[in-house]
Nanobody, 122 residues
Framework: QVQLQESGGGSVQSGGSLKLSCVAS????????MAWFRQAPGKEREGLAY???????DYRDSVKGRFTIPRDNARNALYLQMERLKPDDTGTYYC????????????????WGRGTQVTVSS
């Protein structure tokens, strides 16, 4: 059974930093592409950062230069390092894996965590 467990969310002030973690079980992440998504209140879930199994990474324009998506294959873990956070970054953050299609589409991913809440105050 595949499980993804996010952690590291919390409340920070604008300009602050957070590092989210996603630990996988039931699959070996080195073989899979992975991504972080965010769902803000009242909005659809959107992809923020993508990490291919080949080392390729990509970012939505709104987070480029502020977020990075390192992975630690030995720990079977994916991270989202977030810097210079803004109130618009508030939302529930999800990690996802096993993509088959457009990397920014929710339906592309077969497995999802339950999410971790990030709140950025001004």
């Amino acid at each position: 059974q595949v499980q993804l467990q996010e952690s590291g969310g919390g409340s920070v002030q604008s300009g602050g930093s957070l590092k989210l973690s996603c630990v996988a079980s039931g699959l070996t992440i080195r073989q899979y592409s992975m991504a972080w998504f965010r769902q803000a209140p009242g909005k659809e879930r959107e992809g923020l950062a993508y990490s291919g199994g080949d080392g390729y990474t990509d970012y939505r324009d709104s987070v480029k230069g502020r977020f990075t998506i390192p992975r630690d294959n030995a720990r079977n873990a994916l991270y989202l390092q977030m810097e210079r956070l803004k109130p618009d970054d508030t939302g529930t953050y999800y990690c996802a894996t096993a993509a088959s299609g457009d990397i920014w589409f929710v339906r592309t991913y077969n497995y999802w965590g339950r999410g971790t809440q990030v709140t950025v105050s001004s």
